[in-house]
RNA sequence: UCCUCGAUAGCUCAGCGGUAGAGCAUCCGGCUGUUAACCGGAGGGUCGCAGGUUCGAAUCCUGCUCGGGGAGCCA
């Protein structure tokens, strides 16, 4: 038997016979020549089959072959002009491994509920593979990057005993006879462990509660958030716009092909380079209140005011600096004005929203204390959290960073559901 | 939770008061270079559910169910 190989390496067998093994993506047929579309999860590529050439046996077997059946198909590798790929292969022999009758999903139009009812087998498109590519490209990107820097990976629990933030509704579950919580941000747990470890990030899903029915939404997401001991704002920020800088970069050498298949415009991506503009809070409700928005300093921004501020640059934004009062309670005062927190949230270009909430939080233990009063927040469950200002307190800082919405920018998709392999949203949990 | 749009063949849709339609998919036949191939033929329906108006409802009205988009909230 010819040696196997996958269908992004049958240029290194051009002249020579290989066997691949996949699915049969579609087939184009007349009387007397077959063109079987195979793909193998690295490629398509159209194996040849004339029915003068392989036989009457041969020709038979790519005749009984139906959309997504799996094959292992034997053939002669030939560079084509003709072919999207710029290899065809010439078959000598086609195996049958599965059948596959009334596959539901055609190379037609379909509607979004049945794409998503049928997630299971939407995902073999060649767009869903592309997507799901350069999402684990991403978190490649993100992992070498951080690793490289010195940082340690640190899984946080996914079962809570409560809320981190204590602000959006939670997915609550048993923990044998107490109530338990599924994670909605492992922050809290990452700040213990920057100090056990100095620079540390988590990779995982975070769990949402919120009856949130938008293109930028997900009640299951991804959340990677890196948690540094003695950096500053300043240090987070700089991190951060190299960090995202180096994701894209790493993508647009790694998934050109994917891309490609995705139809995203690359000019857009190649232009994300550091520094990235920064806007105060304080600005940036001048400027919306300058575009006739009736907004005053004190109002959290909605998604249209993001989408707008953005939309002036052609690289992600920060606004930084939000009055205490909108953010979270762990956020550090700004020393020289105490009515902003030392926080940034990073807006990304075309209307993505934020990718990126960060900021440096609050280290001194008094005032922490008083944070947790002002906030009524139980001592039985935080009580380690404010043992971290007690214990050889450093300033530190942070973000989270949505990993389906970064994906989603970098992709340029209509909505974050294709950023992940099987979304859970608002009504739908199967498949 | 609110606003808004929608539900007709396996899929995507048209039909908007007078016998249920098209393209694709499926099956049969044809075609030696197809690119969501093409050509001919066939089968395929509780028009989301329940009421109401009408001689007559897929079509108009009311309620319900399920879903899409958006808002709020957030990544």
Redesign the pocket.
């Known amino acids: 038997m010819s040696p196997i190989t996958t269908i992004d390496k049958v240029g290194d067998y051009v002249g020579q016979a290989v066997t691949l093994r996949g699915w049969l993506y579609?087939k184009?047929?007349?009387?007397?020549?077959q063109?079987l579309?195979v793909r193998d999860g690295t490629g398509v590529i159209?194996c040849?089959a004339?029915?003068?050439e392989v036989g009457d046996e041969v020709f038979a077997a790519c005749d009984a072959l139906?959309?997504e059946c799996s094959l292992i198909v034997e053939g002669v590798v030939r560079r084509?002009e003709?072919?999207?790929g710029g290899y065809?292969l010439s078959v000598l022999r086609v195996e049958r491994v599965g059948t596959s009758?009334?596959y539901?999903i055609?190379?037609?139009?379909?509607?979004?509920?049945?794409l998503?009812d049928h997630r299971h087998l939407w995902i073999r498109t060649p767009r869903q593979r592309a997507i799901l590519k350069v999402r684990a490209e991403v978190m490649r990107a993100m992992a070498d990057f951080l690793d490289g820097d010195g940082f340690t990976r640190v899984d946080p629990p996914v079962l809570t005993p409560s809320s981190c933030e204590g602000?959006?509704e939670l997915f609550h579950t048993q923990y044998f006879d107490e109530d338990a919580y599924l994670t909605q941000?492992g922050q809290m747990y990452l700040e213990a462990a920057a100090m056990a470890l100095g620079k540390v990030y988590s990779m995982g899903p975070a769990f949402?509660a919120?009856?949130?029915?938008?293109?930028?939404?997900?009640?299951e997401?991804w959340?990677i958030e890196p948690e540094m001991a003695f950096y500053t704002h300043e240090d987070n920020v700089r991190l951060q716009e190299a960090f995202v800088s180096h994701v894209v970069r790493h993508v647009l050498t790694t998934c050109e092909n994917e891309l490609a298949t995705i139809g995203r415009d690359i000019a857009k991506l190649e232009r994300i380079e550091p520094p990235f503009p920064r806007l105060s809070y304080d600005e940036a409700i001048a400027w919306l209140q300058r575009h006739g928005h009736d907004i005053r300093w004190g109002d959290?921004f909605?998604?249209?005011h993001?989408t707008e501020l953005a939309a002036q640059f052609d690289r992600p934004v920060f606004i930084e600096r939000y009055p205490t009062q909108i953010k979270a309670f762990y956020m550090q005062p700004d020393p020289e004005r105490p009515e902003v927190v030392l926080c940034a949230d990073l807006l990304a270009p075309e209307g993505y929203?934020?990718?990126?909430?960060g900021s440096q939080r609050i280290h001194d233990y008094d005032l922490m204390r008083q944070r947790f009063e002002e906030h009524r927040l139980p001592m039985d469950t935080y009580g380690w959290y404010l043992d971290l200002r007690k214990y050889g307190s450093v300033p530190h800082a942070g973000f989270?960073?949505?990993l389906?919405?970064t994906v989603a920018w970098i992709c340029g998709l209509e909505?974050?559901?294709e950023a992940i392999p099987f979304p859970r949203?608002?009504?739908?949990l199967y498949p």
């Open positions: 579609n184009r047929s007349s009387g007397k020549i063109f579309q159209q040849v004339v029915k003068s139906t959309q084509d003709r072919a999207k065809e009758t009334d539901p055609t190379l037609k139009e379909h509607g979004v509920d049945f998503l602000t959006t941000s949402r919120e009856r949130s029915k938008t293109r930028r939404h997900l009640i997401f959340m959290d909605g998604a249209p993001e929203g934020e990718i990126i909430g989270g960073i949505g389906e919405r909505h974050v559901r949203m608002l009504y739908r």
